[in-house]
């Protein structure tokens, strides 16, 4: 955990807001509440909400920059919110307009009872004016300005699905609890907030925040968050709650952990040999072609192995290549971070071009127009070197990481390797024949691979992606979430299988309709649970047991695995997994 945050102090630091830009604020308290910005782009636009627009002035600048600005946890991830952005700003539905002017609604409560928006009068003279909403009483100043409607939107929000939360119901709050609330705990310096009729305040503490809803619509007079279980119930216990653990919400994600490795030591492991430990360098020399020599804040530079293409990475994010024979050049804008690394390899007719970051995101790109709106992969710590080659299995890439923890990820299958080698490896090299060189500062170590031993579940993860999962159907849409989830069930981190389960069933299981991408990841949930070292056996035997309750395929598909699977039922197995597989025969017969 890091450090304490004292969000009793957020009043003064709100009051300082102004004088510090107008959304640092705002992004210091997403990452404080447990938001992680993922990089890549975000899934709503200004663009694609309203194609061609382009707002005149009577749409605050505020307002612009908000949508534009690329750490917004809205635009990226806008079901943390459960609101309805308007772009372009619109007249308010079934509410009346003032008299003496005009709202432009910029945000609506997600069954459209409440609005937000700006008055035009007040847009004409400031550009970031207040924020009414509607109310029983008529529209009421809800914030003072734009950017701060935004910041106590994320306040509202963000603590809910990141932190550990307890909602206290109004009949179990008396005054002498409120007098703890108010004793114990600042005010924020944030207007109450009014939505649903709640007018909600609310209080902050060390590493909590409490929602008062003194309104007749807060159905929770309290709404305690806090970012750790053990600092919920110390606040519980200051106000005198009474609870149970049946009480207590628990985060909806968290953050993976940054691994705690000690300095870089090559030592034998199954998956390879450590060869040399005084081995030349391997990295493909850079050939001159014009324009990297000239690139303005160069951070990052490489060549594919067969000295066809240079990449070339900027402090502003871009990335750049030049291919040696002439014949192709460009640049994009990948990262919001400064790049780190660079790699590139061929791939079938054209290359692939590889880009970390200070933030640890990792993004690839061909040179083409296109690119993948959401990002390879992402860590809580710097990328700190970047290798390819092309396998005898096909492409693959390495990525080491400030942490010392090194990823190689067979690129066509996903299938992915964690190396815990150590902290201060400088660089990457990656031979076609599965040879890796690290590079600290004490010298480059050989480590020659076992592709076989490094990604045992390729094959695995190769089937998974050959099925059309976009074409089959799920509870909740087309099955494009299933090949990653089933993926995730092959990982060695327990928390990852067991959500993947949770999600998995809120997607294929169901009693009433036909769930045809059930049937299809039936026989790979199968395969999943003979393997030993499965993370999820007691949830991942009853997730097959439900599906088999579908009107569907999806039953046959159980069915057909059950001689596989009924051995679960012995004695020799866990009384969890023996309840479930007796569920599950006991379905299927019946």
Known sequence: ????????????????????????????????????????????????????????????????????????????????????????????????????????????????????????SEAEQWPDPPVWVNTSDGWVEQSDSISEFFL???????????????????????????????????????????????????????????????????DYALVVHARTRDGLLQALGTLGVEWTDKDL????????????????????????????????LAIPTIPQVSGPETLANRTASAADRDATVVVAGDAAGDVHFWTVDGSRSGSRHLHHAPVTAVTAHRSGTGVLLWSGDADGVLRYWTGGDLVARVPFARRR????????????????????????????????????????????????????????????????????????????????????????????????????????????????????????VKRLYELLVSKHAENTAAAAAVPFLAERMLVPTNRAHNTLLLLIADIANGPGAERDAVIAALPSLRHFADEEHPGNIRWAANELITICES
């Open 381 to 500: 710590t710097p990328v700190t070197a970047l290798a390819s080659a092309v396998l005898e299995t096909g492409p693959a890439v390495a990525v080491a990481w400030r942490e010392g923890l090194v990823t190689i990820w067979d690129v066509h299958t996903e299938a992915r390797a964690d190396l815990r080698l150590g902290t201060g490896i400088e660089t990457l090299a990656l031979r076609a024949d599965a040879t890796l060189h690290v590079t600290t500062e004490h010298g480059t170590t050989e480590l020659r691979l076992d592709v076989n031993a490094l990604w045992p579940d390729r094959d695995f993860f190769r089937r998974v992606h050959e099925v059309e999962w976009d074409d089959l159907r799920t509870n909740h849409g087309p099955g494009y979430e299933v090949p990653d989830l089933l993926t995730t069930l092959a990982t060695d981190d327990e928390d990852a299988a067991q959500k993947a």
């Open 249 to 280: 919400q628990s985060p909806g994600e968290t953050p993976t952990p940054v691994e705690d490795l000690p300095a870089f030591a090559p030592a034998a492991d199954p998956r390879w040999e450590v060869g040399s430990t005084s081995a030349a």
């Open 1 to 120: 955990m890091d450090k304490i945050i004292d969000f009793g102090l957020f009043a003064g630091r709100l009051a300082g807001a102004a004088d510090r830009g107008r959304w640092v604020l705002l992004r210091e308290v997403q990452r404080e509440l447990g938001y992680e910005e993922p990089g890549g782009e975000p899934l709503i636009t200004r663009q694609g909400e309203a194609p061609g627009f382009e707002p005149g002035d009577d749409v605050p600048a505020a307002l612009v920059e908000w949508w534009d600005w690329h750490a917004n946890s809205f635009t990226y991830r806008p079901r943390l919110y459960w609101t309805h952005p308007h772009w372009p700003p619109v007249a308010p539905e079934a509410f009346e307009q003032p008299s003496d002017d005009e709202i432009r609604v910029i945000m609506s409560e997600y069954q459209y009872v409440h609005q937000w928006g700006y008055f035009v």
């Open 152 to 218: 106590q939107l994320a306040v509202e929000r963000l603590p809910a699905h990141f932190w550990w939360t307890m909602r206290v119901e109004r009949e179990h709050v008396d005054d002498a609890m409120v007098d703890r609330l108010r004793a114990n705990y600042q005010e924020m310096g944030l207007p109450p907030w009014q939505e649903m009729a709640t007018d909600a305040l609310s209080y902050g503490g060390p590493d909590v925040i409490i929602r008062h809803g003194r309104g007749p619509g807060a």
